[in-house]
């Protein structure tokens, strides 16, 4: 029997193996231990499912469900049993996987008739069913057309619409026990490895509950955002206006020459959208205006556009950076690494910060500080500001929204601003597609053209990102008066022309290839369109350059 050489990086041990062993087989020759198993792994630096089958030397990292690609592994094995569990109770019904919200995911229903109490019990229990049942998960590649076929006959147009506009000769699909589905990315092997979901009853709809990252013993914890589903709602109501609610919907449009119309309608409902914020904003004339979101949500280009409409109002915007509140750098304090943390709300001179934004409210001249940074000292600026009867300030930043920023300004004085690039389409009705891409894509892009780093480097930096989202901002989104959602149903479109290049970059000997892999292979969904069609005013001009906004 031929054999070929494994080498596993969790171990840093070469094995060998029989030629054509499956990455399952494999698994238990390495001696490692991954709690609740591996889930997929790397082979060369590219994601697999556990099926994959090996018969060359390779080298192999197993994941588990902490892992960024294992628990996305884990949630779409999910909603594939989820999908077989409506089409089993209800052949006639329908399901979408649409949004994340309250740490799961928003699943609507189309089974004729209001979703119950009783309806959600009974999907949760064929679930289990499933699951226990130990049913095998088959990977096909088949032709496209017999697969396309085959999405017709379950009444799955979404899929038809995308596989339709691909032009790929050949589709992979997966099944169980009959029922056939399509889903971008790896999939478990055996409805046994997921050992842990909830589903409940949410507003109109079900919440599909998946475990915590960081501690997957256990179900995300159940909270609510209803300002969050709010916003989500209101991109399913742009979609409607623009009759286009899936990649496959958007390619087609493209194909038959919608593309120009896609992009002005979009870029109007969000001008729209952002003159209904000022019109608030004047009706209720705070004294302090309040912007915060995550990386790269377009939150600069959203207070410019703001401001201009602010000054249609009568309204005079005054920006204030918060960088220049930085506390002195000795002062700035730690992490867990003894690194300092210059994410932490704490690297802020808050006190500074409360003593002059009232100071200026109540009509006194304050001198502004400005900070030092390659000598980590906060300094004075020469640079004096009051404020006139029609002025705002304007604060934008990560912490904008945390309570102990403003803790001793009044409520009444302050605006809260929540934006974020919440994607705005689905690659079919099946597949959601992260907003984390979307604002990852964005960065690459900007981080490449604008400040010198390679996509490698944004990726890797990628995970510390979110964690400081989810420690400073993600908590406080819905203390927002208003969320503006930032992404276009068109941007990945135009996102692709940029980043395909940059992400190609990337070597396949490091271990950021596995994302921009994806990445790459996930932009190809997408028909291309370019980017000269975009005003000088739209808020990708700020990550794709070409804005007439100053940055």
Known sequence: MEHVEIRCVNTQKKITVPVGSSLAEIFPMTGT??????IVAKVNNKV?????????????????????????TYT??????LCKAVHDLFPQGSVVIDIPVSNGYYCDLHIGRDLTLLDTEHIRNRMKEIIEAQLPIHRYEKPTEEAIQAFKELGTLSKVKLLETLGN??????????????FYG?????TSQLYLFGLEKYYDGLLLRIP??????????????DKMFEIFKEHHRWQNILGISTVGEFNAAVQEGHANIIINVSEALQEKKIGQIADLIAERRPRLVLIAGPSSSGKTTTCKRLSVQLLTSGIRPVPISLDDYFVNREETPKDENGEYDFESIHALNISLINEQFNALFRGEEVELPRYDFPAGRSVKSGKRLSLKPNDILVVEGIHALNPELTAQIPDEQKFRIYAS????ILLDSHNYIPTTDNRLLRRIIRDYKYRGCSAQDTIHRWPSVRAGENKWIFPYQEHADVMFNTAMIYELAVIRSQADSVLEMVPENCPE???????????????????????PTSLLREFLGGSTFNY
Do not use: C, W
């Not at 790896?186 to 055996?190: F, G, S, T, W």
């Not at 915590?212 to 955002?225: A, F, H, T, V």
């Open 513 to 535: 290839y596995a994302e921009a892999y994806r990445l790459r292979k996930f932009l190809r969904y997408i028909q291309p369109v370019n980017i000269q069609s975009l005003p």
């Open 48 to 72: 697999e499912g556990l099926k994959y089958r090996v018969y060359r030397n390779k080298d192999v990292e197993f994941l588990g469900i902490q892992s960024a690609s294992g628990h996305r």
């Open 421 to 424: 690039a919440l994607t705005t």
């Open 76 to 81: 779409r094995s999910l909603f594939f049993v």
């Open 212 to 225: 915590d990252k960081n501690d997957p013993s256990k179900l995300g914890e159940l909270i609510r955002q």
């Open 169 to 182: 000769l050949y589709t992979t699909y997966y099944e169980i026990d009959g029922f056939v589905d399509y």
């Open 186 to 190: 790896a999939m478990l092997y055996n």
């Open 33 to 38: 231990d991954i709690p609740y198993g591996p």
